[in-house]
């Protein structure tokens, strides 16, 4: 119970920052859970929808370079649709 009010604590602060989160170098090394609990709220403060694929993209293929595959549209497709169907 209280890792879940501490989650929900920071993800709260995720939203108001949003913007930065996503456009930070820390957002592209998290697993694939977090990544998917962030982009899932409708609270996120962002400029643009398109921020937030932005940020996807740059994940996408963050995460093709840990697993050794190549940074290509199909690459990038498995990793983002692989985990965001979970």
Not at 45 to 67: F, P
Request: some cysteine; overall charge negative.
């Amino acid at each position: 119970m209280k890792d879940e009010v501490m989650i929900k604590k920071c993800l709260d602060v995720i939203d108001v920052v949003a913007q930065q989160a996503l456009e930070s170098e820390d957002f592209l090394e998290l697993r694939p859970e977090a990544v998917k609990a962030i982009i899932s709220r409708d609270t996120l403060r962002v400029d643009r929808e398109t921020d937030v694929w932005q940020a996807c993209v740059r994940w996408a293929e963050s995460e093709c370079q840990r697993q050794g595959k190549p940074v290509s549209f199909i690459g990038k497709y498995d990793n983002y649709h692989h985990y965001s169907t979970r």
